[in-house]
C-alpha cells in the first residue's frame, strides 16, 4: 500500500507531500500556502500500467529514467522494453530515512540494472531534491534522465531560462501539448499572473545541459478534459528517446558499480502581485 509523507518543518517555509510509489513528489506548497505542483484525485497507479504514464495520477513530480519513450531498451543484452516515462515512476519505494526535515528513499525494479535512491529536504526557503542513480549490473548501461515536474498552469504565464528573454504562455487558448529544449545554465523561473511568489528551479549543467519544457493546455490525456500544466525538465538529452540520445552521444553512462547525482532546488522569489517584474 501506498504511503504519503509530508515535510513541514517551519510553519513560515515550504511544505512538500512525498509518496512512497514512484517516490513521487506529491505537492510542493510555498510560503504563502499556494500548491505548485498538479495535484489530482486519481489513485496511485498498480505496477507497470498497460496504458502507460496516463494510467497513473497524472499529477505530480516524477523522474523519468532510463527513457521517457517507451521504446525497447538499447543496451546490450537487454530484452525488456522501457515502460513509457521510464521504469520507476509505478513501482513501490522504500522508505530508507526519515526525519521533519529530510526523507530518503530507494527504488528498484526487477530485471532493471539501475537503483535510485532519493533524498527530499526542506529548509526554511528551499526544497532539495536528490536522485543518486547506481549501476548494479555487470556491464555499462547508458541512460537518459529528465526531472518531470507538473506544474499547475493556473493563470497566464512567464517562464525565464537563465537572463534570455522570457517565454510569455497565454493561459487561454487553443487546446494544445507540446515540447521543445533549450541548452541552459541551470537557472529557470516560473511566474503565474496573481501570486505573490515565482517559483525558481535551479540545477547543475554539469549534470543536465538540457532543459525540457512541455506545456499543455487543456489537452492531454484527452482534449479538454484534465489538468494545464507547464513542465521544466532538467535533463540529460535533448529528446525523450534514449536511443535518438544514443545516437546524438547525450546519453549519459555509468559503468558496472559507478554511481552519480542530479540535484534540483526549488526556491521561491518574492514580487509584487499582479505583476511581471
Not at 521517457?68 to 522494453?81: A, H, L, Q, T, V
Not at 521510464?86 to 539501475?114: E, I, K, M, N, Y
Not at 482534449?223 to 525523450?240: K, M, Y
Request: charged share 25%; hydrophobic share 30%; proline share 7%.
Amino acid at each position: 500500500m501506498s504511503k504519503c509523507i509530508e515535510l513541514f518543518p517551519n510553519q513560515a517555509g515550504p511544505k512538500v507531500s512525498i509518496s512512497t510509489v514512484g517516490g513521487r513528489i506529491v505537492q510542493i506548497s510555498d510560503p504563502h500556502g499556494f500548491s505548485w505542483l498538479v495535484e489530482t484525485s486519481r489513485p496511485e497507479p498498480e505496477r507497470n500500467p498497460n496504458g502507460g504514464f496516463r494510467d497513473g495520477t497524472q499529477g505530480g513530480w516524477d523522474d523519468c529514467i532510463p527513457s521517457i519513450d517507451s521504446e525497447e531498451d538499447p543496451n546490450p543484452e537487454r530484452d525488456g522494453k522501457i515502460s513509457d516515462h521510464g521504469d520507476f515512476w509505478s513501482v513501490r519505494w522504500d522508505v530508507a530515512d526519515f526525519s521533519d526535515a529530510t526523507v530518503t528513499l530507494a527504488g528498484s525494479r526487477q530485471g532493471q540494472p539501475l537503483m535510485l535512491r532519493k533524498s527530499v529536504s526542506v529548509n526554511h526557503k528551499s526544497v532539495f531534491v536528490t536522485l543518486r542513480v547506481t549501476n548494479s549490473g555487470l556491464r555499462p548501461y547508458r541512460f537518459l534522465y529528465s526531472g518531470h515536474p507538473l506544474l499547475r498552469w493556473t493563470a497566464d504565464a512567464r517562464v525565464q531560462i537563465d537572463d534570455a528573454e522570457p517565454i510569455d504562455l497565454a493561459r487561454s487558448g487553443t487546446p494544445r501539448n507540446y515540447k521543445w529544449f533549450v541548452s541552459w545554465k541551470g537557472r529557470v523561473e516560473l511566474r503565474l499572473e496573481g501570486t505573490p511568489h515565482s517559483l525558481v528551479l535551479s540545477q547543475s549543467t554539469l549534470e543536465t545541459p538540457w532543459l525540457g519544457l512541455c506545456v499543455n493546455r487543456d489537452f492531454w490525456p484527452t482534449p479538454g478534459i484534465g489538468h494545464s500544466w507547464i513542465a521544466l525538465e532538467p535533463t540529460t538529452s535533448p529528446t525523450d528517446s534514449l536511443i535518438e540520445a544514443i545516437r546524438s552521444d547525450s546519453a549519459r553512462e555509468l559503468g558496472a558499480g559507478e554511481e552519480c547525482e542530479f540535484t534540483t532546488r526549488i526556491s521561491f522569489e518574492e514580487r509584487a502581485l499582479n505583476s511581471y517584474s
